[in-house]
């Protein structure tokens, strides 16, 4: 005999601060992170801070004649285009989070989203590389004064939206939750994140690079400085695509304790399990598909009931037979 079932939500919209994590009769799979229309809202207004500033420097630079200005202007639209992704994976996972048709949510459509901006920040990385590679062959007359306020105004930018898409509820705990935190991360912020504190990086290192030429006349130091961020900026795509893609694929990472949880809780109700299936459904939600075999076997209801203590399993399945004899 077998049973499932999901939490029981008392809105029909997900809510924007906890969900529900009590497994009973009701079959919603509202699988959202709990602050999924507050990241929704602060990245669209990122995106339109990051916009504007996009205009401004390629208007400023059409007019004043820099390429600097242009350049930069022109280097923010591509992250305003990822963190679009972002924006719009939002949009459409709280759209169509009652949808039926998506068998266990929409949860997980924002580890898609970060997959693709984690692609797209890879881009952005070998592309800085390139850059500053051809530098080295062929090296541009700096502006160093215009260069500086442009890197300056362009890290202030990012600053501010940096602290907009910050995660601050996987923050101030102590290491010996760091696994879960990550767990329930929302991989789909922390794409927005990556690509306004990369921006932020190139800005940082730009404004010690032009600093020290300007002093000095190492030119060689700017494209020097652009490959070291783009190694930077790459082994942070990496580390997105890594996780996301481990979500995607439904990889129950080492540190994971939901196996251990569920086989205590079970042990002592005198169960073996035969099989278990565990997958992330959105951040801080996981489902997983028990099968049991028990001497005295109870109703499957029973067993749910008892694996409800564990906080991030939001949907259970448990199947249970009675050991042969």
Partial sequence: MSSSHGPTHDHPHPPEHSHRRTLNAAHEHLFLGDNHERNERRTWLVIAITTTMMVVEIAAGNLFGSMALTADGWHMSTHAAAMLIAALAYLYARK???????????????????????????????????????????????????????????????????????????????????????VGQDQNLRAAYLHVLADALTSVLAIGALVFASFYGWLWLDPTIGIVGAFVIARWSWGLIRDTGGVLLDYVSEGEDLPEEIQEILVKEGAEIVDLHIWQLGPGHHGAIVSIVVDHPHAPSYYRAKLAAIHDLSHVTVEVEARAA
């Fill in 96 to 182: 169509h989070a009652n949808n039926r048709r998506f068998s266990f949510g929409t949860g997980k459509l924002g580890d898609l989203a970060g997959f693709a901006s984690a692609v797209v920040l890879a881009l952005i990385a070998l592309l800085i590389g390139w850059e500053s590679f051809l530098r080295f062959q062929s090296p541009v007359s700096i502006n160093f004064k215009e260069a500086i306020i442009v890197a300056v105004v362009g890290l202030i930018v990012n600053l501010v939206c940096a602290w907009l898409l910050k995660d601050d509820h996987h923050h101030g705990h102590d290491h010996g939750h760091e696994h879960k935190q990550k």
